[in-house]
């Protein structure tokens, strides 16, 4: 490869951002005209000037955030500067979730999974529908995400579901409900982030626990973006392009370490259908 990680992922996401996708829009005002500090017991806090919002995390609870308005296929961006040094044990989070019966929910996850100093953070996705998940991949980045806050984007239609980090697409979910795999397209969903303690299965499979003497942990968040379809039909609906595609490639072919659509020993008798679909 003539250019290191950074370098290619930067050109790629040039690529995908300026010919395809479109560039995340820049925020305007105080994040927390979208945000809203869920709970926590004060672990959640907002800067002065309204430009970051602050998770932190220690022995006795987490904090966490919710958007203010829900959503029915939709583009969000958001920077996102994770917790640093040696956080294993603790999970940062932001993701898309119905608000109905548990039963039945949609959702979009992105878990970054914390780690022990000098290993790299692991980015867990899945897409659950009518309540059912089990579409777990997991890719680590090709960046330290605790020196500088990157843009993490959920892009949700009625056609897919795309996962892209600084603007290159990492996964693809396609709408397979004419070949009756469940997809989200019903209910409307509201963004979710958090930070919080998982020591039991986060970090190498919970073999490594949270080291409390560093607490409190700290998660960052700026620059939230929204574009629905009601409001912003131009905005949020983009297909990928041959460009995107090459991109999605290079990501998944360096950067993917778990896929369930690979994973024969939990699907020892063929895996889900929408695995073998293009």
């Known amino acids: 490869m003539a250019f290191g990680p950074r370098k290619m992922a930067c050109a790629l996401a040039v690529l995908v951002f300026g010919l395809c996708l479109g560039g ?33 995390l220690d022995r ?9 308005n829900t959503y029915l296929f939709a583009r969000v961006d958001l920077q996102v500067k994770l917790v640093a040094n040696n956080s294993a044990g603790t999970v940062t989070t ?11 929910h949609d959702e979009v996850d ?9 290993q790299p953070y692991t980015l867990h996705t899945n897409v659950f529908a009518n309540g059912t998940g089990g579409k777990e991949q997991q890719f680590h980045l090709w960046f330290d995400p605790t020196t500088d806050f990157h843009t993490y984007s959920i892009v949700w239609t009625a056609q897919h579901i795309l996962v892209l980090v600084d603007g290159t697409p990492i996964r693809e979910t396609k709408n397979h409900a004419d070949k009756g795999v469940a997809y989200p397209s019903s209910q409307r969903m509201r963004l979710y982030g958090s930070l919080w303690n998982a020591d039991d299965w986060a970090t190498q499979g919970g073999r490594v626990k949270t080291d409390w003497s560093r607490a409190p942990f700290v998660a960052q968040y700026r620059n939230f973006t929204a574009a629905d379809a009601a409001s912003e039909p131009a905005g949020y609906d983009q297909e990928m392009d041959a460009t995107a595609q090459q991109a999605m490639k290079w990501a998944r072919d ?12 939990r699907f020892p008798l063929g895996f889900p259908p ?3 679909m293009p």
């Open 60 to 68: 006795t609870s987490g904090s966490g955030w919710r958007s203010k």
């Open 274 to 276: 929408e695995c073998y």
């Open 24 to 56: 995340a829009r820049a925020a305007t005002g105080r994040i927390d005209d979208g945000l809203e500090v869920m709970w926590g017991d004060g672990r959640g806090s907002v800067s002065p000037d309204g430009q970051v919002m602050t998770l932190s």
């Open 254 to 265: 360096n950067y993917m370490v778990y896929d369930y659509c690979q994973d024969g020993k």
């Open 94 to 104: 932001c993701y898309f979730m119905s608000e109905g019966e548990w039963e039945i």
């Open 110 to 118: 992105l878990e970054f999974l914390g780690n022990v100093t000098g």
